[in-house]
T-cell receptor, first 115, second 112 residues
């Protein structure tokens, strides 16, 4: 609907697993973002990519590893996660991460549960 | 420290009334502010953007005001409908970084 798709929509993993979240945008945008949304907390910006280059890493633990192979695709690789990492992970895109006044288009999110 | 405050309690109103949601901020000097709508289990959807030199912005039944002196934005939905029930998020630009910081959001419940 928004032009940003995320897979999987739901993911349950153990603390020793390795998994990846995928995001794809069909809007021709040049900036992509990963956010974490936990219950009762505001959206937390994790990573920003602008023209495939990482421009922001908000002190995210190394167990989260982003990858942006091109302007349309964004991945979040997960390994040895903790139960407190359980949350809704949202991907977003905008026209240009270095421009101003750009609204962001969000995907539906991946609901992650870490056992 | 920087802070964005939105009413944490849900706002309950009757259909047809005007809903007013508040976003207050401290230690920010945003060039603009955005409002988003989020339905349960889904990603936020952009609604409106207002710049620091704009006092008011309208889009259909939506109206946003921005008072940089009071450090406050008000978001109004006129003639509210049950379909307007959702959580509404305000987001401020991080000066010079072109990224956004979001408030926790306010849940709006419109009853028939």
């Amino acid at each position: 609907e928004t032009g940003v798709t995320q897979t999987p929509r739901h993911l349950v993993m153990g603390m020793t697993n390795k998994k990846s979240l995928k995001c794809e945008q069909h809007l021709g945008h040049n900036a992509m973002y990963w956010y974490k949304q936990s219950a009762k907390k505001p959206l937390e910006l994790m990573f920003v990519y602008n023209f495939k280059e990482q421009t922001e890493n908000n002190s995210v633990p190394s167990r989260f590893s982003p990858e942006c192979p091109n302007s349309s695709h964004l991945f979040l690789h997960l390994h040895t996660l903790q139960p407190e990492d359980s949350a809704l992970y949202l991907c977003a895109s905008s026209q240009d991460g270095s421009g101003r006044y750009n609204e962001q288009f969000f995907g539906p999110g991946t609901r992650l549960t870490v056992l | 420290s920087q802070k964005i405050e939105q009413n944490s309690e849900a706002l309950n109103i009757q259909e047809g009334k005007t809903a007013t949601l508040t976003c207050n901020y401290t230690n920010y000097s945003p060039a603009y502010l955005q409002w988003y709508r989020q339905d349960p289990g889904r990603g936020p959807v952009f609604l409106l953007l207002i710049r620091e030199n704009e006092k008011e912005k309208r889009k259909e039944r939506l109206k946003v005001t921005f008072d940089t002196t009071l450090k406050q934005s008000l978001f109004h939905i006129t003639a509210s409908q049950p379909a307007d029930s959702a959580t509404y998020l305000c987001a401020l630009e991080n000066s010079g970084y072109s990224t956004l910081t979001f408030g926790k959001g306010t849940m709006l419940l419109v009853s028939p």
